[in-house]
Structure formats: C-alpha cells, structure tokens
Nanobody
C-alpha cells in the first residue's frame, strides 16, 4: 500500500506561480512513475499534466509545456510540480499519482485545489 500526501495548492492571480508537493509513504519501492493529474470544475475525467519516471525522464501535456516543471526527489520520495505563468484554465483539483507497472496499480493523493483568478 502506498499513501500520497499533497500540499501547495491555493489561490493565485493569472501569471503567478505555485509549487505543489507530493510525498509517498508505505510500500514505495515498487513505484515506477509519478505524476500530476488535474480535474477541472464540472469534469469527471482527470487530465494528465506531467509525469516523471524513476530515472527522471519527464513528459508534459501540451497545455502546460514550457510553463510547468515536474521534478522528483527519490531520496525523499517526493514529486514536485512547479507551475509558472498560471492561467485561469489551469484551475482544477490537482492529484498526485504513483504507478507501478509490475503490479499495474495506480495510487492517488487526496487532491489539492489550485485556483487561478483572472
């Protein structure tokens, strides 16, 4: 079992920045990829924002590329999402995700609200 705890959400004006953090605990040795997803108001599906592999390779959604940076601190079992140049359309609940391909299991954090005002 893996537990994910997120922090760093809040209210920010357009053009501002936020830094999200997610720390994993529990049976963490099997984790391969970690990432951030978001669920916009009124939508059921969580949208991929960014992922990072255990070795540090990253992938970004086109909508955030160049503005967001995902990073991973393996020693502290923490993944970060630095969000710059925030836009109102970035408003969503952001969820941390950890995945193990061997077990084909994804773990999710509780979500942290990011609100970008215009």
């Amino acid at each position: 079992q893996v537990q994910l705890v997120e922090s760093g959400g809040g209210l920010v004006q357009a053009g501002g920045s936020l830094r999200l953090s997610c720390t994993a605990s529990g049976s963490i040795f099997g984790i391969d990829d970690m990432g951030w997803y978001r669920q916009a108001p009124g939508k059921q599906q969580r949208e991929l924002v960014a992922t990072v592999t255990r070795r540090g390779s990253t992938n970004y959604a086109d909508s955030v590329k160049g503005r967001f940076t995902i990073s991973r601190d393996n020693a502290n079992n923490t993944v970060y999402l630095q969000m710059n140049s925030l836009k109102p359309e970035d408003t969503a609940v952001y969820y941390c995700n950890a995945h193990t391909y061997y077990r084909d299991i994804s773990y999710w954090g509780q979500g942290t609200q990011v609100t970008v005002s215009s």
